[in-house]
């Protein structure tokens, strides 16, 4: 009935804290109900389980009473740091249960290490998404995949060179027809983030796609949802437009896929001296 969304909008805290890496407030969790491009004025979302630090983004299962949240490093209302003093990334899981969301656990491979952010469920909760500069992968942010085992997840699987580069693979999105999206400023783009896709085929990834235009540009273009009707959507981006003119704040774009034009073509081929017809030519 509505979008659950980051912002790093004011609060209204009575102790306003700022992100000393970008100048700006935590990340939190907003809701706003509505569709399209039409909704309700933004209000804070389950205020209980957000923390002082950045909260989000968020995938919520398909039966609506599981979500998983990346969130800083906090437990127990304390901060946990690296080795080298930064507050990395965890995945934290929460259910619905009489009618709230409480925290249930945390995934395998939290550690206070290194990060591990962004998860997407797939559409029947069997595998779970997530980016990580976790040891042993090509650099920077990989994208991996756990398997559902019992009532917890398999060891993480790297999705490998196909998908993953030195530089960062981040925001995965699990469609629900299989196809994966995914933004990386390492393969070859239109410049910064780009929004790619990969299918699945016969246990090995295919050679990534990119998005291009209108939905890339030489900017940040990141974090890419489906609704559930598979052909309308969110994105977020930095770029310039004729509302949004400062390309260093994130926005939220909405968009949806347009069928391709079906035209029927009838070529002949000529030889350029004769001018006959070509009829053998393929």
């Known amino acids: 009935d509505g979008i659950i969304f980051v912002s790093a909008r004011d ?4 102790i306003s804290r700022t992100h000393s890496w970008t100048g700006e407030k935590f990340l939190a969790l907003y809701k706003a109900s509505g569709k399209g491009v039409t909704f309700s004025t933004p209000q804070l979302f389950e205020k209980s389980i957000q923390t002082i630090l950045n909260d989000g983004p968020l995938c919520v299962a398909k039966s609506g009473d599981e979500m998983y949240i990346t969130t800083n ?3 127990e209302g304390k901060t946990r740091r690296s080795n080298n003093g930064i507050v990395k990334l965890k995945v934290y899981k929460y259910k619905f249960i009489e009618n709230e969301w409480a925290f249930a656990d945390t995934i395998p491979p939290n550690n206070d290490q290194y990060n591990v952010a962004h998860a997407s469920l797939s559409e029947d909760g069997s595998k779970l998404f997530f980016s990580s500069d976790m040891p042993g992968g090509f650099g920077g942010m990989d994208i991996y995949v756990m398997d559902k085992k019992a009532n917890s997840w ?4 790297n999705l490998g060179p196909q998908i993953n580069t030195a530089g960062n693979e981040i925001f995965p999105f699990i469609k629900s027809d299989g196809t994966l999206y995914f933004s990386s400023n390492g393969h070859e783009g239109l410049g910064g983030l780009d929004i790619y896709s990969t299918q699945n085929k016969n246990g090995a990834w295919s050679d990534v796609k990119n998005l291009m235009a209108p939905m890339n540009s030489k900017e940040d273009d990141f974090s890419l949802v489906f609704n559930k009707d598979g052909q309308s959507g969110y994105m977020s981006s930095n770029r310039s437009s004729s509302i949004y003119t400062k390309t260093t704040d994130d926005n939220m774009y909405y968009f949806t896929v347009l069928k391709p034009q079906s035209i029927t073509y ?5 030889d350029s001296v004769t001018d006959t017809e070509l009829t053998d030519a393929e």
């Open 11 to 14: 609060r209204n805290q009575a």
């Open 73 to 75: 490093n906090i437990e």
């Open 154 to 157: 398999d060891t993480p699987v």
């Open 266 to 270: 009838t070529i002949n081929l000529k």
